[in-house]
T-cell receptor, first 117, second 112 residues
Framework: GAVVSQHPSRVICKSGTSVKIECRSL??????MFWYRQFPKQSLMLMAT?????????EQGVEKDKFLINHASLTLSTLTVTSAHPEDSSFYIC?????????????FGSGTRLTVV | SQKIEQNSEALNIQEGKTATLTCNYT??????LQWYRQDPGRGPVFLLL?????KEKRKERLKVTFDTTLKQSLFHITASQPADSATYLC???????????FGKGTMLLVSP
């Protein structure tokens, strides 16, 4: 089945530094990928929609200069958390749809646990 | 604003019984409703998708119903097993297969 690989699974960084998270579709092409953030016992909140070859679409309240998204190929999207602060500590998850026309669910990566100290 | 409600309390059942989870929504007319399973520290895994013009969908031990009048979906796991213990998320999408909106999920605990 369709697989989305996300890396790293865990990262600890110091305040003020930047962290890059990679999301790859392994056996399908994804013109669109989605980035979510999940706080403990909360629902997944969509941060942005990543579009191959064009700018990402950010949800209201998400700072595009802080959460940089690059979707340079049909199989890779990256999320860079710039100048990270402790409040950015969260579980970040990417996803993609391995098909067309609403017949498929989303395939999610395994998530990245970011801890900013 | 759009709201998706899932029971926040964990559902505890005994192995072999049928688990039934509820998803209610307001201020939304979804074209698709999906159910996912999420284990601790992992990304969600897609289980079932049901369209607005479908009443029921089945897949092995799983069954989903969708009542657009009641604005409710029920998710059933028959002959539940301890391995079914996880958090189950309900998610809605509009027409054109737009982005998903998730509920907070309900934790299911199946005891031997």
């Amino acid at each position: 089945g369709a697989v989305v690989s996300q890396h790293p699974s865990r990262v600890i960084c110091k305040s003020g530094t930047s962290v890059k998270i990679e999301c790859r579709s392994l056996d399908f092409q994804a013109t669109t990928m989605f980035w979510y953030r999940q706080f403990p016992k909360q629902s997944l909140m969509l941060m942005a929609t990543s579009n191959e070859g064009s700018k990402a679409t950010y949800e209201q309240g998400v700072e595009k200069d802080k959460f940089l998204i690059n979707h340079a190929s049909l199989t890779l999207s990256t999320l860079t958390v710039t100048s990270a602060h402790p409040e950015d500590s969260s579980f970040y998850i990417c996803s993609a749809i391995p098909g067309q026309g609403g017949n498929y669910g989303y395939t999610f990566g395994s998530g990245t646990r970011l801890t900013v100290v | 604003s759009q709201k998706i409600e899932q029971n926040s309390e964990a559902l505890n059942i005994q192995e072999g019984k049928t688990a039934t989870l509820t998803c209610n929504y307001t201020n939304y007319s979804p074209a698709y409703l999906q159910w996912y399973r999420q284990d601790p520290g992992r990304g969600p895994v897609f289980l079932l998708l049901i369209r607005e013009n479908e009443k029921e969908k089945r897949k092995e031990r799983l069954k989903v119903t969708f009542d657009t009048t009641l604005k409710q979906s029920l998710f059933h796991i028959t002959a539940s097993q301890p391995a079914d213990s996880a958090t189950y998320l309900c998610a809605l999408a509009g027409s054109g297969y737009s982005t998903l909106t998730f509920g907070k999920g309900t934790m299911l605990l199946v005891s031997p």
